[in-house]
């Protein structure tokens, strides 16, 4: 069975699987924006939700750096959070 990434309407095939700590994992599927969303052992989240600045690239497999929270997705514009500016 093929993976797909756990972020909405994202299909990429290049995966990184939650982390274990579980207050990382909580901070990760809370950017989500998914309802009633709980990540498994085999979610997994694809590359592109990660800035490049988030990645190890020192060895043979690029890795997520410890700690880094996801931040990059293409949300429908029903979820996307509206900024406030103060003047």
């Not at 950017?31 to 020192?58: G, M, N």
């Not at 410890?66 to 293409?74: N, P, Q, T």
């Amino acid at each position: 069975i093929p993976k797909s990434c756990a972020a909405w309407g994202c299909f990429k095939r290049s995966f990184h699987k939650f982390p274990k700590d579980k207050g990382l994992q909580k901070q990760w599927e809370t950017a989500l924006i998914r309802e009633r969303f709980s990540a498994s052992s085999s979610t997994v989240l694809c590359s592109e939700h990660f800035r490049q600045e988030d990645f190890d690239r020192t060895g043979q497999t690029v890795r997520i750096r410890k700690g880094v929270i996801l931040s990059v997705f293409c949300f429908p514009a029903h979820l996307q959070k509206v900024r406030s500016t103060r003047l």
